[in-house]
Nanobody, 115 residues
Framework: QVQLVESGGGLVQPGGSLRLSCAAS????????TAWHRQAPGKQREFVAG???????NYADSVKGRFAISRDNAKNTVYLQMHSLKPEDTAVYYC?????????WGQGTQVTVSP
């Protein structure tokens, strides 16, 4: 059974930083595509960042230069380092893995950016 467990969310002031983690189990992580999405209240879930098994990353325009996705295959973990956070980054952040044509999602972690 595949499980994804996110952590690292919280309340941060504008301009601050947070690092989210997503630990995976029950899946051969090394060849999975990993990504972070987010959903703000009243809005659709949107793509934030993704990283293939080749470690090639791509980002939404809204977070380029501020967020960085990385992965540690030995720990079955994907990270999202967030800098220069803005109030509009407030959302529930979800980890996603794609492998074998299947999508797997975590339960989400809340990030709130507020003075």
């Amino acid at each position: 059974q595949v499980q994804l467990v996110e952590s690292g969310g919280g309340l941060v002031q504008p301009g601050g930083s947070l690092r989210l983690s997503c630990a995976a189990s029950g899946i051969f992580f090394n060849i999975a595509y990993t990504a972070w999405h987010r959903q703000a209240p009243g809005k659709q879930r949107e793509f934030v960042a993704g990283m293939a098994s080749s470690n090639v990353a791509n980002y939404a325009d809204s977070v380029k230069g501020r967020f960085a996705i990385s992965r540690d295959n030995a720990k079955n973990t994907v990270y999202l380092q967030m800098h220069s956070l803005k109030p509009e980054d407030t959302a529930v952040y979800y980890c996603k893995l794609i492998k074998g044509g299947n999508d797997y999602w975590g339960q989400g972690t809340q990030v709130t950016v507020s003075p």
